[in-house]
């Protein structure tokens, strides 16, 4: 019975030491200057605009951009159950906010976060810099995600928006992020 109650007792501890390592991690850091801001896809509303969530990703690499602190932006995603291409979608937007079509870069078959990977690194190398730009919660798996691709040159920012279901996405990647460790 002891034995029992202190795997409960490790287990419990190296969850919250992920999760709190997790949200440390997405929370703060300040990336520096890079060649791409690299935007994870999420939800395009069925009219075609981007969701609040997917909105704040996009203004996120904009703030990047205007700052020079990225020369490009590569913005990938899939084809939601709305139906319409979220890198598609997400540089259209930028497009409309002023960013010049030759400093953006479009992916729409990054499905998950490995086919982000997978796709920027097909396209642009291993030599380049990145930001990933997503939720907080999100940033320490997509940097592991490049890390595996053979990026060296990693580093993340996040969204200015937050809800209540982070909570639920944060305890996800727990899991989410030894999948990937475990199964590159």
């Known amino acids: 019975m002891k034995t029992l109650k202190y795997i409960h007792l490790i287990l419990f501890v190296w969850i919250l030491a992920h999760l709190t390592y997790t949200a440390v991690d997405g929370l703060t850091g300040t990336p520096p200057p890079s060649d791409f801001a690299v935007v994870f896809g999420n939800t395009v509303n069925p009219d075609g605009s981007l969701s609040p969530r997917l909105k704040a990703r996009v203004d996120k690499s904009l703030e990047l951009y205007e700052k020079r602190l990225v020369k490009k932006i590569f913005v990938s995603g899939g084809i939601g159950k709305e139906g319409h291409p979220e890198g ?25 976060t490995r086919l982000t990977a997978q796709n920027f690194v097909e396209t642009q190398g291993k030599k380049s810099s990145v930001i990933v730009v ?38 996800r990647e727990f899991l989410a992020y030894y999948k990937y460790l475990l199964f590159p």
């Open 88 to 112: 598609t979608r997400m540089a259209e937007y930028l497009r409309k906010k002023g960013i010049p079509p030759q400093d953006i870069l479009t992916d729409d078959k990054g499905n998950n």
């Open 134 to 171: 997503s939720q907080y919660y999100h940033l320490t798996r997509a940097k592991l995600a490049f890390a595996q691709e053979g990026l060296t040159k990693v580093s993340s920012v996040s969204a200015d928006y937050h809800e209540k279901r982070d909570a639920v996405s944060l305890l």
